[in-house]
């Protein structure tokens, strides 16, 4: 069956610094991947998708990659600041193609 | 708010009530969704429904029964729920059913069953 894994439960950055998030999926060769923003209590905001065919997706300090060969999408936020702290979710389809399936996230601090 | 209302925010309930959970949209989305986040683990999809017609059904338990009577609502019915069933539920739409266009969530109920 499908799987995501998202390598890192957490991640502690300095401000300023470029944070550097991992998405790894197994068993699938999706068409789409997403990422998304959690913050405590509330629920996903969307930030980005890219395509299979696209190689990097930017959006003003975010950037996006996807490496189907790897099977591996890389999320940096340049410049980070401490208002970035958050839960970060990798997202892409299920092999049904009717939904988005979740990996478990990575919470980033951004210290000052 | 992000377009997508879910109501109540937060819900106690007892193993043998009955109650409902509530989301609204007006984004003009054609699908929309129920996921189910709970601690340390990944959203699990639930329920999917594209022009108010079920399309997944995720091997959810029949305590759990889904109503979506028009594109703008979609309900979630609960009863004789179980403790393990407390968790943050959650409400999205899209454009499309699928991963074609991002997703649109609400905040979510958080659901206690005592």
């Known amino acids: 069956s499908q799987k995501i894994e998202q390598n890192s439960e957490a991640l502690n950055i300095q401000e300023g610094k470029t944070a550097t998030l991992t998405c790894n999926y197994t068993n699938y060769s999706p068409a789409y991947l997403q990422w998304y923003r959690q913050d405590p209590g509330r629920g996903p905001v969307f930030l980005l998708l890219?395509?299979?065919?696209?190689k990097e997706k930017r959006k003003e300090r975010l950037k996006v990659t996807f490496d189907t060969t790897l099977k591996q999408s890389l999320f940096h936020i340049t410049a980070s600041q401490p208002a970035d702290s958050a839960t970060y979710l990798c997202a892409l389809d299920n092999q049904a193609g009717t939904a988005l399936i979740f990996g478990k996230g990575t919470t980033l601090s951004v210290s000052s | 708010e992000t377009g997508v209302t879910q109501t109540p925010r937060h819900l106690v309930m007892g193993m043998t009530n009955k109650k409902s959970l509530k989301c609204e949209q007006h984004l003009g989305h054609n699908a929309m969704y129920w996921y189910k986040q709970s601690a340390k683990k990944p959203l699990e999809l639930m329920f999917v429904?594209?022009?108010?017609?079920?399309?997944e059904n995720n091997s959810v338990p029949s305590r759990f029964s889904p109503e979506c009577p028009n594109s703008s609502h979609l309900f979630l019915h609960l009863h004789t729920l179980q403790p393990e069933d407390s968790a943050l539920y959650l409400c999205a739409s899209s454009q499309n059913h699928g991963s074609q266009n991002g997703y649109t969530f609400g905040s979510g109920t958080r659901l206690t069953v005592v």
């Open positions: 429904y594209s022009l108010e017609e079920r399309v």
């Open positions: 890219i395509r299979e065919n696209e």
